[in-house]
Antibody, heavy 121, light 112 residues
Framework: QVQLVQSGGEVKEPGASVRVSCKASGYTFTNYGFSWVRQAPGQGLQWMGWISPSNGNTNYAQNFQGRFTMTTDTSTSTAYMELRSLRSDDTAIYFC??????????????WGQGTLVTVSS | DIVVTQSPEFLVVSLGERATINCKSSQSVLYNSDNKNYLAWFQQKPGQPPKLLIYWASTRESGVPDRFSGSGSGTDFTLTISSLQAEDVAVYYCQQYYSTPLTFGGGTKVEI
């Protein structure tokens, strides 16, 4: 069965960077795209971007362009996100989500458990 | 950007009664070439990630109970829970995947 297991929670100071991983299993990694979605405490869901593990193509939300990078490692079936220049309003749970295909216009069908990133001095 | 608006924000329903959640997009999410509505519904319980319920506006995900159904086309959509069960207490989100940035509605909290 499809499993997405994310790395553990992080506490970072303002201005720092954070990297979160999402290890996939139970399917052929390169056949499905990933998105990263975040959820601030008590708030709704915000899409950050999409990446295709098969060719590395990406599509970033304008809000995050310039300080957000998504990558994948096909040798370990792992997706990564890095967010730089962290601010207090980046405090959120970050989810990886698999798409039901290799394009950004496929629906999300599986989610990681989420990683809490806390930005505080 | 496509703005997705859900209503109501909170919904209190008795056990066994029908729950109806509305979702409206600021522009059509119906793609004419395949006649599909690029809209999905998710359920999120506290401390859990969202769970896919419905995609293409009306296709139920495998394993989702048939009391959940989706309807609508173009800009107006509905998620219906035909007979609310205790385990359905959650926040429900709709999401469009017609264009980037992909966007979610603000959520509807369903309580008993």
């Amino acid at each position: 069965q499809v499993q997405l297991v994310q790395s553990g929670g992080e506490v970072k100071e303002p201005g720092a960077s954070v990297r979160v991983s999402c290890k996939a299993s139970g399917y052929t990694f390169t056949n499905y795209g990933f998105s990263w979605v975040r959820q601030a405490p008590g708030q709704g869901l915000q899409w950050m971007g999409w990446i295709s593990p098969s060719n590395g193509n990406t599509n970033y939300a304008q809000n995050f362009q310039g300080r957000f990078t998504m990558t994948t490692d096909t040798s370990t079936s792992t997706a990564y996100m890095e967010l730089r220049s962290l601010r207090s309003d980046d405090t959120a749970i970050y989810f990886c989500a698999r798409l039901n295909g290799n394009t950004w216009w496929d629906n999300f069908d599986s989610w990681g458990q989420g990683t809490l990133v806390t930005v505080s001095s | 950007d496509i703005v997705v608006t859900q209503s109501p924000e909170f919904l209190v329903v008795s056990l066994g009664e029908r729950a109806t959640i509305n979702c409206k997009s600021s522009q059509s999410v119906l793609y004419n070439s395949d006649n599909k509505n690029y809209l999905a519904w998710f359920q999120q319980k506290p401390g859990q990630p969202p769970k896919l319920l419905i995609y293409w506006a009306s296709t139920r995900e495998s394993g989702v109970p048939d009391r959940f159904s989706g309807s609508g086309s173009g800009t107006d959509f509905t998620l219906t829970i035909s007979s609310l069960q205790a385990e359905d207490v959650a926040v429900y989100y709709c999401q469009q995947y017609y264009s980037t940035p992909l966007t979610f509605g603000g959520g509807t909290k369903v309580e008993i």
